[in-house]
Structure formats: C-alpha cells, structure tokens
C-alpha cells in the first residue's frame, strides 16, 4: 500500500507539472481488481467500467438519455437542453422514466436537476450541436436548434416556460457542390454556435465541409463558405467565424469500383487539413463568401506514417469575450493550442494534457467551456473521464489546476453566466444511459478530487522483474517468446468444440471485458484505444454515409498510430491479415472510394486474405492463412507479430472450424516453442479470451479485470514496445496467464 501512494502522488506531481527525481520504473493496473463491470449497487450514477476504470461522478447526477453529445443552457440558466445522439450499445431497461433509448432531446431544470420533457420523433435524428437562443422576433421566446446530421437540417422549437420543447421550423442547410468529391450533396450538420448579438447562427457542416450563416429570425440558411476537411469546432469573434478542420484529405469516388486496396500516407491538402479556417463576415452577420477572402492556419505538420500517424483531430474552440485569445482542444495530441486571434490568427502556445510528461496519448480533450471573466478554462478529457481546470488569467500561458472526476467519456460542457456551476454530459454513463452533472464549483475541493480523479483511472506500484513478460515501457523483449498472435473472432459462442478445447487445455480470461460497438472495438483490437471521431460516431453506422463509422479511415487513426506501427518503429516485422481493411466504400469485396489504408500495411498484408467480404466464410480465410503462413514458415520468415481477423458471423461452426485450423497449424509449425496467441471474440460487454501458448498456464481461469487493452499491452510487454495510448499503460496486462516452464505438445483440431 505504501508503494502505491507513493506512486499516486509522484503522478499527481507530475500533472501538476512538478519535476519528478528519478525512481524505480511505475507500472500500472485497472483499479476495479477483480470486480464485474457494472453499475454500483449504492450509487446508481457510478460503475466499474469495462476497461476496469472507476466512474464515480463528483455533484449531483441524473440520467438523461443516450449518447448525449452536446449541452446548451437557456439564458437564464434555468433549463439545459442535452442532445441525445442515439444509442451506444445495449440499454439497461429503465421502466419507471420518460427517458427515450435513442435520438431524443432532453430539458432539465437545472434547480432541481431533473427531466422535464424529452422530445423525441421517429423522423428526427440529433448530432452533437445544440444551442439555446432569445428569438429575434420576439425575445420573450426561447428557441432551441439542434443538428440534425443524418437528414442535412438543423430543428428549431421553443421551449416553454414549463421546459417543455415544441417544433417549430426545419432549416434546409446549403449543399458542397464538388464534382467526384465523397461527401457531394451532403451537409450533415454538427456545431452550432450563435453571434453575440444573438441573430445569426453559425453551422458546421461536417461532411460537406462548409459553414452555413442560419437568420435565426426568419429561420432560413442565408448563405455559407467552404472551409476545410471534416470541419467540426466552430466559434465566432471580431466579425469572424472561426472553424477547426479534423480531415486529412478529400476521398474522391472511384471511376469504376476495385477489389485491390491501395496503400500509403493520404494526399494530405496543406491548407484545409489539420488547420484553423478564418471567414470574415459582413456587416449583417452574413458570411464572407469570397475564397480569397477565406485564410486558413495550420495547426499541424503532414504526418509522415511512422512517428506520426493520425491528425490532431481538434475537439473544440472557445474564444475569449475580448475577441484577443482562442483555445482550441486537440483530442487527438492530448493538448490545448492557444491561438491568438489579432492582428492575424496564429498559434503562440499551448499546454500539454498528457497524463505525465512524455506519456503516451490517450486523455482525449472532448470540449471546452470559459468563464466569462476569462480566468478559468475547463477541458473535458473524455479519454480518463475527467474536467481538467486550467487556470487561464494570463491568456497566453496557461496553467494545470486539478482534476474532476466525471462519469464515462466526458462529451461536452456548459458552464452557467455567473461561473458557478459546471455542467458535464457523460456520453457512455451506467449501464448505456447518459448522464448530466452539476458541479458547484464554489463548493468543490479541487485537490482532493484532483486525487480522486487520479485514482479512479489506475493502480500504480513498482514493476517487478518478469523475464517472460517483461514490465511494461521497460522496453525489454520476453526471453522466451518471440512470436505474437492476435486473433480476433466475431463471434462470441463459447460452446464450440475447438474453443471449447483451447479452454480447457490453456488458460483462459475470465473476466475479459470489450467495447460496446464494433467500430470502437475493432480499432481498440489493434491500437487499444478508440480516437474520439470513432468513439462519438459510432452510434451513426450507415447514417454516416458516404463515412461509413467503421473507425478505419486516415482521419480516425490515432495519433502514435496501431500496433502495426509500433512494431515497425520497434524494427520487428508484422503479418496482417484482415485488420484496418474496412475502410468508407469498401463494399462486399470491393472498394468504391479512394481511402488508403495504412502505410506501414504495404508489403505487410496478405492481400488475398478477404478481409470483411460477406461472400467468403471463415473457413476459406483460414486456409489462406494456412497457405500463407506454411510459405513464411518455409522461408524462414515468421514475423513477430501476426493480426488474423475472422469475422465471419455465419455460424459458430465456421469460425470455429477456423480458429481451430489456425492454432493446429502454428502449433504443429518449428515457431510454436516461442509464440504467445491470443484468442479475443469481437462481442460487446464480457467476453471469454484465450491465452494460447506452451508458457500458457494450462487449466487456468485469470479473474483480474481484464478488456481488449490488457491484451495490447501484454503483445507490447512481449514484444518491447512502448504503449500506444493511455488505455494500455494503464490497464491490467495478463502475465498472471503465463508461466515459465514449456508445455510444447501442439493442438490437434476438431474438423
């Protein structure tokens, strides 16, 4: 226990940004120890989350729908409007509550923090931007608009005295007209933010890449401007609009569809990707829609496809009262960019929000709010569910403060007029039921919670020698295993007679946990982590259309990139077969648009492998696997890590047939004394993993609190590599699986 706070409060120091004397290597495990996933039984707003995090929310908390991505308060504080942007996963029943399991808005009283009214139509679907304005026409009147992404519009109603919401307008939002360009013909709306005279708002159109002026009096889109790629924050000063663009590139339609990939770095614009997008505005609030008129600053360097990978994909935009300073969260590098708006926009600083200095990636800053005196800046980090404090009177250097602990993924923020009171949406909350928070932040001791916040997230010690599965950022390789295999399986029957073999003769994870949604958790198969882009749009699926949600596109990678590039920047060699294949357009075998896949792929991909085609079962891609595999062993050319994706959800037989072909093969094979294989269903919530080795401890049931992170960060202590992201470094690896004595008998398959 000693250890332990020692470790905790050398972490805490660190985030405070204190100089750290040099110590024994810290490692560290998911806090729940062996306890289930699931909400606790004394607070309903609390739960052991699946990747073994606490979530423990500090104010007053209620539920409030699903998938809540964005907040807005009326102007006088007294109702928040929270858009509920669909479903993450399965939703515990709620039978006594109005509350509505899908796309809904919901209106609070903030006094007595509880629903009023929830809205919600089947024609209707929400996303993300919300805001809550006087009507221009009559100021006695609220109005609420809200993004209706997937239908191209933005909803108007007012809202009652009472809180309650009536519709009033629907506003058809001007359309990207750019010949062969993906996203052609679609707006979808995401951020919404009004101009301090309170006439115009101002739209972000995500997927047609522009900006559209709405005159909230006669609700009608007057005009927009193009901006950059996959826009997304939006904030307005000093008669300017202000937009921050995610995307990397334009995916254009393919003249006619291919059944090859193409691999490589995307063909990166350098003025509209990764940049701040500057509109000037005319004297009635209408957009500037001259391009020469448009500038645009960079914010990021190209990235090169090895130590850089993925974008900054920015968050969020606030803008001082004063029209001088805006701080822009970057989710993607963990950081707040200051940016200074007069004479010229220009980046003159920045604060890292990493966990410590030179930790991996992973806090992910979702949102923003800003006093209005400008002192205190508050930074969502959906990433270790938390609200960073950051002291903001010197606009150009700010400071950490603490820590704020929040339910699960943190989404957005509203702060109320007189600094008081915080409020924070929980986009993933207990049991797939959002939540809202109100913070008294008068009342609220920030050191203690700073604490609070630090422990919910991880058990910290000392590491200690493990030749076989060395500590992790040790960055020493295993003794013993040379060779990694990752096998991931959609389906997720454990009744099949080879899975049911490999359980009873090597040792299992019992208590394994994986994400909710398939576009989450097959890119946390492979870079432990899921980027925030593919953790808030998972929900939308197809809505998303021609961006398809499957989290595999240049623009979603995360910033160190997978697991792939961490063994290529280790200066080991990979196999892929199936994984990060899926990108927008691919289609039954055939890809439609121009999205590269990963650069590090190229010559690393077994390319008559199918990869997602519906058409091809399991048991074919395992005997590609075998030929392919059979071809390396001959040449004496076995990577070091090796990714299968059978995703077959045919039958369990089929996979299951596969799976069990797979593991004969490699273990009948000269590399089976060395390698480690870990077998993961691609289920939501508890699953049953595999360890597959002869170092595994045969007739061995692991009960730690385990998820698909533990499994990267056990490759990653095998393999010597650093972590990925924050999930990894701080999840519970699965050495107690192994053993060091070698069992090498080899599987025999059930046919």
């Known amino acids: 226990m000693r250890l332990r706070f020692l470790a905790a409060a050398a972490s805490a120091a660190v985030f405070f940004g204190a100089t750290a004397h040099r110590v024994p290597l810290t490692v560290y495990r998911a806090p729940s120890g062996t306890r289930p996933a699931g909400p606790s039984p004394q607070r309903p707003t609390a739960a052991v989350l699946p990747d073994g995090r606490i979530a423990a929310p500090v104010g007053t908390t209620i539920f409030v729908g699903t998938n809540p991505q964005g907040v807005a308060l009326s ?149 927009g401007a193009a901006v950059g790629l996959r826009p997304f924050p939006v904030a307005v000063a000093n008669d300017r609009v202000y937009v921050l663009n995610a995307g990397l590139a334009s995916y254009r339609v393919l003249t006619r569809p291919q059944r090859a990939p193409t691999f490589g770095l995307p063909d990166v614009d350098p003025e509209r990707a990764s940049s701040l997008a500057v509109v000037p505005l005319e004297r009635d609030g209408s957009l500037d829609q001259r391009p020469d008129d448009t500038s645009f600053v960079r914010m990021d360097p190209v990235p090169d496809g090895t130590k850089i990978v993925g974008g900054i994909i920015p968050s969020a935009l606030v803008a001082r009262a004063d029209g001088r300073y805006a701080y822009a969260a970057l989710s993607n590098v963990d950081r707040v960019a200051i940016v200074a708006l007069k004479p010229r926009p220009h980046v003159v600083n920045g604060l890292d929000l990493r966990l410590f200095p030179n930790a991996p990636y992973g806090t992910q800053p979702s949102a923003e709010a800003l006093s209005r005196d400008g002192s205190r800046l508050y930074v969502a980090l959906a990433g270790i569910d938390a609200v960073a ?90 003794d013993a295993i040379r060779h990694v295999v990752y096998i991931a399986m959609a389906a997720d029957r454990y009744d099949t007679p080879n899975f049911q073999a490999l359980a009873r003769n090597f040792a299992i994870a019992g208590n394994l946990y994986a994400p909710p949604l398939p576009p989450i ?195 990653e202590e095998i393999l010597g590599l650093p972590p990925l992201a924050v999930a990894d470094l701080l999840a519970t690896d699965l050495a107690p699986c192994f053993q060091p004595t070698a069992n090498t008998a080899p599987f025999q398959a059930s046919k």
């Open 75 to 223: 102007p006088d504080d007294r109702y928040a409007v929270i858009s509920n942007d669909g479903t993450n996963g399965a939703v515990a029943p709620r039978p006594r509550s109005q509350l509505f399991a899908g796309y809904s808005l919901a209106v609070v009283d903030t006094r007595a923090m509880r629903v009023v009214d929830v809205y919600h139509d089947p024609s209707d679907t929400f996303y993300s931007g919300v805001a809550v304005v006087r009507d221009p026409q009559n100021p006695a009147q609220i109005l609420v608009l809200a993004s209706d992404g997937p239908h191209d519009v933005v909803r108007v109603f007012r809202l009652g005295y009472d809180g309650v919401l009536s519709p009033e307008a629907t506003i058809a939002l001007p359309r990207a007209e750019s010949p062969g360009y993906a996203g052609n013909g679609r707006a979808f709306p995401s951020s919404i933010t009004i101009s301090p005279d309170g006439r115009m708002a101002y739209v972000v159109e995500s997927v047609g890449e522009i900006v559209a002026a709405i005159d909230i009096a006669s609700r009608t889109a007057v005009d």
């Open 389 to 478: 404090v950051l002291n903001a009177h010197n606009p150009e250097l700010l400071h950490r403060l603490g820590l704020i602990p929040t339910g699960w993924y943190p989404s957005s923020l509203a702060l109320s007029r007189d600094g008081r009171f915080l409020y924070i949406t929980d986009a993933d909350g207990v049991s797939g039921w959002g939540m809202l928070q109100r913070i008294d932040l008068r009342r609220l001791p920030l050191g203690p919670a700073t604490l609070s916040a630090l422990r919910y997230n991880r058990s910290a010690a000392y590491a200690k020698p493990n030749a076989l599965v060395p500590p992790l950022r040790s960055l020493r390789r295993s």
């Open 521 to 715: 958790a097959s890119q946390t198969a492979v870079a432990a982590q899921a980027t925030l882009p593919v953790q808030r749009d998972a929900a939308l699926g197809e809505l998303s259309a021609p961006y398809d949600g499957f989290g595999q596109d240049p623009d979603d990678y995360p910033r160190a990139g997978f697991i792939f590039s961490a063994v290529a920047r280790g200066g080991e060699t990979f196999r892929n077969y199936g994984a990060l294949e899926e990108v927008s357009g691919y289609r039954d075998g055939f890809y439609t648009l121009g999205v590269p896949l990963l650069a590090s792929l190229e010559g690393n991909t077994d390319t008559a492998y199918a990869a997602a085609n519906p058409r091809v079962s399991d048991r074919q891609r395992a005997e590609e696997f075998v030929r392919d595999f059979g071809a390396l062993e001959r040449a004496n050319r076995i990577p070091d890590f090796i990714y299968v994706s059978l995703p077959s959800t045919r039958d369990g037989t089929d996979a299951d047939s596969a799976l069990g072909s797979i593991v004969d093969a490699i273990s009948h094979g000269p590399a089976w004394s060395s390698t480690a294989i870990f077998v993961v269903p691609q289920g939501t919530g508890k699953i049953e993993g595999l360890v597959v080795s002869p170092y595994a401890r045969r007739g061995f049931t692991d009960h730690d609190h385990l998820s698909t992170a533990s499994v990267v960060k056990t490759e």
